[in-house]
């Protein structure tokens, strides 16, 4: 083993360096929308349900159905 350590390369995250979309992502909850999904997969319609009330979506994978 060599005592020297290299450096890292990889440069910098994408971190508001393109505010009108990182605005529009945000402003359309799609995060939120992403991981109700996710939600409704794993944990079934009601834990879907909780979420999406919790977050002010609209439950659109149930068909608009409570």
Known sequence: ???T??????GNRKIGRDKIKC???????RSE???AKRVLRS???K???DYCAA????LTL???QS
């Open 47 to 49: 834990a879907y349900t």
């Open 5 to 10: 350590t290299q450096t890292k390369h990889g």
């Open 43 to 45: 944990s079934g319609a």
């Open 55 to 58: 977050n002010g979506l609209k």
């Open 23 to 29: 605005q529009n992502y945000r402003a359309a909850k």
């Open 62 to 64: 149930l068909g608009g």
């Open 1 to 3: 083993m060599t005592a």
């Open 33 to 35: 929308h992403n991981k």
